[in-house]
């Protein structure tokens, strides 16, 4: 089973940029569609980003589509999110998810078999 660490989290004012990591060990790495979410207080987990075992094929929540782009690097083991113009409805903790491959591009939580630890994203306005 695979492992993973994101990092990347932080403060940072209304409008800059931030860009999550998500390192994986264990098991092959490309076995897996790969995808973020977050957690603001209160709030139930919500599906932010996936991308294609290849990184070919990507998905997006309403709520980020031109301003997040999830990337991987299956070389490195990594999977990134880029995340622009970020606002206060951003702030969250932010978690990276695997999922076996063959799940597609799934935005269903309870799909993922594994999660980081979660990092904070804190957006002042």
């Known amino acids: 089973q695979v492992q993973l660490v994101e990092s990347g989290g932080g403060l940072v004012p209304a409008g800059d940029s931030l860009r999550l990591s998500c390192a994986a060990s264990?098991?092959?790495?490309?076995?897996?569609?790969m995808g973020w979410f977050r957690q603001a207080p209160g709030k139930e987990r919500e599906f932010i980003a996936a991308v294609s075992w290849t990184g070919g094929r990507t998905s997006y929540a309403d709520s980020v589509k031109g301003r997040f782009t999830i990337s991987r690097d299956n070389a490195k083991n990594t999977v990134f999110l880029q995340m622009n113009s970020l606002n206060s409805e951003d702030t969250a903790v932010y978690y990276c998810?695997?999922?076996?491959?063959?799940?597609?591009?799934?935005?269903?939580?309870?799909?993922?078999?594994?999660w980081g630890q979660g990092t904070q994203v804190t957006v002042s306005s």
């Open positions: 998810a695997a999922t076996p491959r063959f799940r597609s591009l799934t935005t269903m939580a309870s799909a993922y078999d594994t």
């Open positions: 264990g098991r092959t790495f490309s076995s897996y569609t």
